[in-house]
């Protein structure tokens, strides 16, 4: 396999309830999954191919558990990529490359028969985990907006995160509240709206996470 690794950022929302059931190994709220993934890449390489900089995006969708497959996927990639940065990032976010069922990239593909067409174009990533504030978009194909989840009686920032020491994308992540809107891309994403979103610090190589 080629070798290579992947620091950086994470911006994600499906519409599941906060928290995501997934992670606690159960179905999810209403027997789907729909999710809007996106990626700040701060150092990366895949062979020789440096990633450092470069932002990644994926729109997802299942009809039913992740686990029973059934899926479709769209990966959008920054335009600001060379073609050999494009085919790297394609390569690892397909789940090539990697130990099986090693990162959520390698089950996400792997549970997506249908993969449509890769779209290159300009993406934005705004990220702030400690303050559980960020945004991802790609004009015209998708946008991802969280902020935190409001205390139930005073409506206060209430912050919560989990811990996954085993996990295969992260080892801790801040819970948020979040939406995602689509609109020119292949898949359609309807019931993401003040459902689930999570910020996390990702460490992946082909071998699997690394860190607690």
């Not at 490359?97 to 705004?126: L, N, Q, R």
């Not at 990220?127 to 005073?154: H, L, W």
């Not at 003040?194 to 610090?201: D, E, I, K, L």
Request: hydrophobic share 40%.
């Amino acid at each position: 396999m080629e070798q290579w690794s992947i620091q950086g950022e994470e911006i994600a929302n499906c519409n599941c309830n906060f928290g995501c059931p997934c992670q606690f190994g159960v179905l999810p709220s209403d027997g789907t999954c729909e999710a809007a993934v996106f990626f700040r890449i701060d150092k990366g390489h895949y062979g020789d191919v440096q990633l450092d900089g470069l932002l990644a995006a994926g729109v997802y969708k299942w009809p039913g558990p992740i686990h029973e497959g059934a899926g479709e996927m769209q990966l959008i990639i920054d335009d600001k990529a060379s073609a050999e940065q494009r085919a790297a990032l394609q390569a690892i976010m397909t789940g090539q490359d990697t130990v099986e069922m090693a990162t959520m990239w390698f089950i996400f593909s792997a549970m997506c028969p249908t993969k449509h067409d890769t779209i290159v174009s300009p993406i934005s990533v705004e990220i702030n985990a400690e303050d559980r504030i960020g945004k991802g978009s790609v004009a015209g194909v998708v946008e991802v907006n969280a902020e935190p989840i409001p205390n139930i009686m005073s409506g206060a920032p209430h912050r919560v995160g989990i811990r996954l020491p085993n996990g295969f994308e992260f080892g801790f992540a801040e819970m948020a509240k979040g939406s995602t809107k689509t609109s020119g891309g292949a898949i359609e994403l309807l019931k993401n709206s003040g459902t689930h979103a999570h910020f996390a610090s990702l460490h992946l190589t082909g071998e699997g996470r690394i860190g607690a």
